[in-house]
């Protein structure tokens, strides 16, 4: 997994933000007449700090959490190479999900591939309101719930059955068919030891939601939400569109991006 490998400078080089989420924080800061150094901006599941390095490169004042702190090891070292202490950059969640910092103290918290890890997603909005300034924003990329790849085992539908016996059964079926992430686990693994780490890894750390469910969590919160295409500037978007001879703005367009599309983002505004 990338947590467990180094961070270094030529992958930070390679990094290239999504426009949509570029957008939304440049719109934010715009809204509150902010300097760059002055907009902070909280990355929510930083991992190794990654995206936290590259907005201060651009700038603004960035920090991270995760709720596990050992990847932040992985990113120290290019951290003190660009002049950043990553102790000071990166902080690590309490046993109660709460980031060590006091009410309203950022202006936009971003989140990339984390809210569809997140089994109490309630208690985690509450915690990024709490943290979010009055007319804050937020943007989250993450999968939706229907993609026809589950992006972390690379097995088809995977993801869309109940979590019991029949989840188990089709796993097992794509391992013995070669369909399986090769770089984890340990390939020297027993059949069945593989199968049972893929499927507690996909009960226990992935939570798909629909949607409104999703959206209706971070309404009750205080923010308003508009669900974004961040796939319109990729290959596969364009690819979908021409082969259904359908214009960008059809609906059908949207509901598949909405519900089966690579990535999905969720622009956050706290309102209230």
């Not at 290019?78 to 999900?97: I, P, T």
């Not at 969590?217 to 669900?227: K, L, V």
Request: proline residues 3%.
């Amino acid at each position: 997994m990338a947590n467990n490998d180094l961070l270094t400078a030529a992958e930070l080089e390679s990094l290239r933000l999504d426009p949509a989420i570029l957008k939304h924080i440049e719109a934010s800061r715009e809204r509150l007449g902010l300097s760059k150094s002055e907009f902070r901006i909280l990355d929510w599941g930083c991992g190794r700090g990654k995206m936290v390095l590259w907005l201060r490169q651009q700038g603004y004042s960035a920090f991270g959490v995760d709720i596990d702190p050992r990847s932040f090891a992985n990113g120290a070292g290019l951290f003190a190479a660009l002049g950043y202490d990553e102790k000071e950059c990166l902080h690590a969640l309490d046993e109660s999900g709460r980031a060590p910092f006091s009410d309203s103290s950022f202006h936009f918290v971003v989140s990339w591939q984390t809210i569809e890890h997140v089994r109490h997603l309630d208690a985690v909005v509450q915690e990024l309101r709490r943290v979010t300034s009055d007319r804050g924003g937020g943007f989250h990329v993450y999968p939706p719930h229907h993609r026809l790849v589950e992006g972390h085992l690379f097995m088809p539908f995977v993801h869309w059955l109940p979590k019991n016996k029949l989840r188990h059964a089709l796993m097992r079926l794509f391992v013995l068919c070669g369909l399986e992430p090769h770089w984890w686990p340990d390939e020297r693994k027993s059949l069945r030891e593989k199968i049972d780490i893929y499927y507690q890894y996909s009960i226990a750390e992935t939570f798909y939601r629909a949607t409104g469910e999703i959206e209706t969590c971070f309404n009750a919160a205080g923010f308003t939400s508009e669900f974004v295409d961040v796939l319109s500037w990729k290959r596969s978007r364009r690819w979908v569109q021409a082969c259904l001879f359908l214009d960008s703005s059809s609906r059908i367009v949207k509901h598949w991006y909405m519900n089966y599309g690579g990535d999905l983002g969720l622009a956050t505004l706290l309102t209230k």
